[in-house]
């Protein structure tokens, strides 16, 4: 491995270090994160059974089953039961499982009424916001947005795929070349939250990292006024 590449490794290593990404299951930020969050233990609960009955089948056989001297093997075939029952299990448990997920699937397709757009690009290797209402734009800047409101995202690139990643939101949404893509959210706290990259895009990918900063209404105006062009907002 060359010089450059373990100092980028060492880097991308303190960088981490320093700005640790929030998680999705332990620290849900948004409504959308915590549905994905329960989804996710809906489906831990049902396919968790069928693991740990194989797994133990499994240890039963091999210690049961084992070779031994002057042993006769087995010449029993098939159970027609037994397979019909393997079967309607397991296709219960993927209805139940389907009901939530297509719930989840289809709030995070069909956003609510925006409060804020936001235009994201993705750059090797660096994230470009554009916020089209007011005339901002921020480079390898954090994103801000207010809190407790409906910010759509609408995601491109201007080279390869990139991943617009920030687990405590719920949202994953790739940024593709010649095409737009849509994400939303809604945070609940004010705070500063972490993501990163999540497609492989390139030699520092591993460095793609987002800030998304959310603050109180009234901070986000005061913001708008000092970073906006010298124009009249819109109201």
Same mark, same amino acid.
């Given at each position: 491995?060359?010089?450059?590449?373990?100092?980028?490794?060492?880097?991308?290593?303190?960088? *981490?270090?320093?700005?640790?990404?929030? $998680?999705?299951?332990?620290?849900?930020?948004?409504?959308?994160?915590?549905?994905?969050?329960?989804?996710?233990?809906?489906?831990?609960?049902?396919?968790?059974?069928?693991?740990?009955?194989?797994?133990?089948?499994?240890?039963?056989?091999?210690?049961?089953?084992?070779?031994?001297?002057?042993?006769?093997?087995?010449?029993?075939?098939?159970?027609?039961?037994?397979?019909?029952?393997?079967?309607?299990?397991?296709?219960?448990?993927?209805?139940?499982?389907?009901?939530? *997920?297509?719930?989840? @699937?289809?709030?995070?397709?069909?956003?609510?009424?925006?409060?804020?757009?936001?235009?994201?690009?993705?750059?090797?290797?660096?994230?470009?916001?554009?916020?089209?209402?007011?005339?901002?734009?921020?480079?390898?800047?954090?994103?801000?947005?207010?809190?407790?409101?409906?910010?759509?995202?609408?995601?491109?690139?201007?080279?390869?795929?990139?991943?617009?990643?920030?687990?405590?939101?719920?949202?994953?949404?790739? *940024?593709?070349?010649?095409?737009?893509? $849509? *994400?939303?959210?809604?945070?609940?706290?004010?705070?500063?939250?972490?993501?990163?990259?999540?497609?492989?895009?390139?030699?520092?990918?591993?460095?793609?990292?987002?800030?998304?900063?959310?603050?109180?209404?009234?901070?986000?105006?005061?913001?708008?006024?000092?970073?906006?062009?010298?124009?009249? @907002?819109?109201?």
């Amino acid at each position: 491995m060359s010089i450059i590449g373990l100092s980028t490794m060492f880097l991308a290593g303190s960088v *981490a270090a320093q700005s640790p990404i929030t $998680n999705w299951l332990q620290d849900p930020a948004t409504p959308l994160a915590r549905e994905v969050r329960n989804t996710f233990w809906i489906t831990m609960s049902m396919i968790m059974p069928f693991l740990l009955a194989a797994e133990g089948i499994l240890l039963y056989s091999i210690f049961k089953f084992r070779a031994r001297p002057g042993a006769q093997p087995a010449t029993f075939h098939e159970n027609l039961k037994l397979e019909i029952i393997w079967t309607i299990l397991p296709a219960i448990a993927l209805i139940i499982i389907a009901v939530p *997920a297509f719930g989840t @699937l289809k709030k995070m397709e069909v956003p609510p009424k925006s409060d804020l757009v936001v235009e994201v690009i993705g750059h090797q290797f660096f994230w470009e916001y554009r916020y089209p209402r007011y005339g901002i734009t921020l480079v390898d800047k954090p994103l801000v947005v207010p809190v407790d409101k409906v910010v759509t995202l609408n995601l491109t690139s201007v080279d390869v795929i990139h991943s617009w990643f920030v687990p405590a939101f719920g949202v994953k949404q790739d *940024a593709t070349p010649g095409r737009i893509s $849509n *994400a939303w959210f809604k945070v609940e706290e004010a705070g500063t939250y972490q993501g990163q990259c999540a497609e492989l895009c390139g030699e520092l990918h591993a460095l793609m990292y987002i800030t998304v900063k959310v603050v109180e209404p009234e901070e986000f105006e005061e913001w708008l006024k000092k970073t906006a062009p010298k124009t009249e @907002l819109p109201s």
